[in-house]
Nanobody, 115 residues
Framework: QVQLVESGGGLVQAGGSLRLTCVAS????????MAWYRQPPGKQRESVARIWYNGDADYSDSVKGRFTITRDNVKNMVFLQMDKLKPEDTAVYYC?????????WGPGTQVTVSS
């Protein structure tokens, strides 16, 4: 069974922080690296952070130094700590495997950053 559920989004002022949580199906979680994606209004989804099973992580230049991705391999969860948020971070955030082998996206969670 395939399931991805994101939570933790909200409305914050620029400079604020949010922590996003993703609960993934074990079938997805155990076969590949996990990643956070975001989709700003009018744009396609883009990858912002990915993490391997051992904790090694990569980030897009736009979020590097501000976002931190972590995972809990026991609970099949992945997190995104977002600090120093900017208005351009406003988007719907999704989790999925880092290579998008799973094509059934979860509902995402809305992050809105006001100036």
């Amino acid at each position: 069974q395939v399931q991805l559920v994101e939570s933790g989004g909200g409305l914050v002022q620029a400079g604020g922080s949010l922590r996003l949580t993703c609960v993934a199906s074990r079938l997805i979680f155990e076969i590949t690296s996990m990643a956070w994606y975001r989709q700003p209004p009018g744009k396609q989804r883009e990858s912002v952070a990915r993490i391997w099973y051992n904790g090694d992580a990569d980030y897009s230049d736009s979020v590097k130094g501000r976002f931190t991705i972590t995972r809990d391999n026991v609970k099949n969860m992945v997190f995104l700590q977002m600090d120093k948020l900017k208005p351009e971070d406003t988007a719907v955030y999704y989790c999925n495997d880092a290579f998008q082998f799973n094509t059934h996206w979860g509902p995402g969670t809305q992050v809105t950053v006001s100036s």
